[in-house]
């Protein structure tokens, strides 16, 4: 009887169709910017070999925890963040609308990302490569006011296609296809890159599998003590963005799937897919800025992807034309399939929250966001700011919009759900719905040391430091 109940809201709420469907559509959203322009970035700064090795640990205990509660409270209630945490606890739900902000804070910006990654692909196509390899090009870019605000507008309206067509029809459908696809681009770019050879104008010639060594022997030059724990907390903050945990994303994606569905399995496969992703990017991207030029062009973020790679692709000649191509095409597929998941989110609390149908949910939030999405593109033009954020850095509209919702908000929410989870509920609440169908939960004795202990205590010191506010030994 509860069965067939619970069958048909979930036909109503929509569901993905098994195990597969439901591991392409997370991987879709934990695989994005994040591992293409962040990861490498970090593995380049903090030791090679050193920061993946502590990467990898991280993510098969923190990232395991964090992984497996959220999608086990999602598939336990059957809900999103807001009437989830609501349900395991009444007095928390103020936990589960904080949730619910990450998202909404998210998609504005987003999409003004992936209009960058748009523009790309339309400069490469149109055989513009070498003019993106100009220092002014994507300055210019995201200053026009115009063009700029088109591109966020092409690639928001591309998401709220998607996410209007439902869970089964436009999001596992999607994440289907262009999962796989991006795998093997990135997989082709990675290898083409450790054939490269360049000799610059001193006559030293760099080789990729030269490039390949710099990114994977550890480095332990210059180690000490607050080193080592300024390199874990980096590689702490990552893996939790680089998994969309704590911000409702995998609740409301686990509330899609059937009791039949392996929850521990599915998590190792998700983070082999995503960490896979995560050292490919270094793969490819690592040796090919060692290459042309040196490894001390490495730089972070947007300017890494916009800046620096458009350069090496000039440098690679004709070829870099297509390899620039497939790259800003695999990055878009990555964001949008990411992007995908934060506007889902939302429009699945939103669902629960009014009772209004996907369809007019959807078209609603959409114009809420174009137009949010404009005034962030707009953020580098016509509302231009220095905003200082408290880690010291000056920061526009979207760097602030990340700041909030990533540096402050995640560890914050991490720390409340695993008292919530480690303390009040019980992890025996998320233990038996990982076993429930018989399903073997073989690390249940770890997941519970660390909910209730280890991940509090690292989430704490994270959000401390996110406020300005260094643990003493962070201090110099
Ligand atoms: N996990 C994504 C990445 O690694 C980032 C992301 C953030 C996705 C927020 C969805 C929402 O880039």
């Known amino acids: 009887m509860s069965n067939t109940k619970s069958k048909k809201s979930h036909r109503r709420r929509g569901s993905f169709t098994g195990q597969i469907g439901f591991v392409m559509a997370a991987a879709g959203s934990a695989v994005g910017v994040g591992n293409l322009w962040r990861f490498p970035y970090l593995a380049a700064k903090d030791g090679g070999g050193l920061f993946i090795l502590i990467y990898l640990i991280l993510t098969l205990t923190f990232g395991y925890t964090l992984l497996i509660s959220d999608i086990s409270i999602g598939r336990k209630t059957g809900k999103s963040s807001i009437k989830a945490y609501g349900q395991m606890n009444a007095k928390w739900s103020f936990l589960g609308v904080l949730t619910f902000l990450v998202p909404v804070i998210i998609m504005t910006y987003y999409a003004v990302i992936g209009g960058w990654i748009t523009k790309y692909i339309v400069t490469f196509l149109t055989g513009q490569g070498e003019a993106a390899a100009a220092d002014d090009y994507f300055t210019g870019f995201i200053t026009s006011p ?19 067509n439902g869970v089964e029809k436009g999001i596992e459908k999607c994440s289907r296809v262009l999962m796989p696809l991006m795998l093997v681009m990135i997989i082709a770019i990675a290898v083409f890159t450790l054939t490269l050879s360049h000799t610059d104008e001193t ?3 760099r080789t990729g599998m030269q490039g390949l060594a710099v990114y994977l022997k550890p480095n332990f030059e210059g180690l000490t003590v607050r080193r080592f724990l300024l390199i874990l907390l980096d590689a702490m903050s990552q893996i939790f963005f680089s998994l969309s945990v704590s911000m409702g994303i995998m609740i409301t994606y686990g509330s899609y799937i059937g009791k039949d569905v392996d929850i521990n399995e599915s998590v190792h496969q998700i983070e082999f897919f995503d960490t896979g992703v995560a050292l490919l990017a270094g793969m490819m991207i690592i040796p090919a800025i060692y290459v042309f030029s040196g ?3 490495m730089k972070a973020g947007p300017s ?8 090496i692709f000039a440098s690679m000649g004709g070829l870099g034309r297509v390899v620039g191509l497939v790259f800003f095409l695999m990055a878009a597929f990555a964001a949008l399939t990411s ?3 934060v506007l889902e989110t939302i429009v699945a609390n939103c669902m629960e929250l009014f009772g209004t149908p996907r369809h007019a949910t959807t078209i609603a939030l959409t114009i809420i966001y174009t137009a949010a999405s404009v005034v962030v593109a707009l953020g580098y033009s016509v509302f231009y700011a220095e905003i200082p954020l408290p880690n010291g850095s000056i920061g526009q509209i979207l760097d602030l919009m990340d700041y909030i919702s990533n540096s402050l908000m995640m560890p914050f929410i991490s720390l409340l759900s695993a008292i919530l989870i480690g303390w009040i509920v019980g992890s025996k609440w998320i233990i038996s719905e990982v076993e429930y169908g018989g399903h073997p939960f ?5 997941y519970t040391t660390m909910i209730r202990y280890v ?4 989430m704490l010191i994270l959000f401390l430091e996110a406020v300005g506010f260094p643990a003493f030994f962070l201090s110099k």
């Open 442 to 446: 073989k690390h249940k004795r770890l």
């Open 146 to 164: 115009g063009e700029s605000s088109l591109y966020a507008v092409i690639f928001m309206l591309l998401t709220a296609f998607i996410v209007f």
């Open 295 to 297: 490894i001390d062009g």
């Open 455 to 458: 991940v509090p205590a690292v």
């Open 304 to 311: 890494l992807m916009f800046v620096s790679l458009p350069k």
């Open 339 to 341: 992007c995908v998941s």
């Open 203 to 205: 006559g030293i010639t």
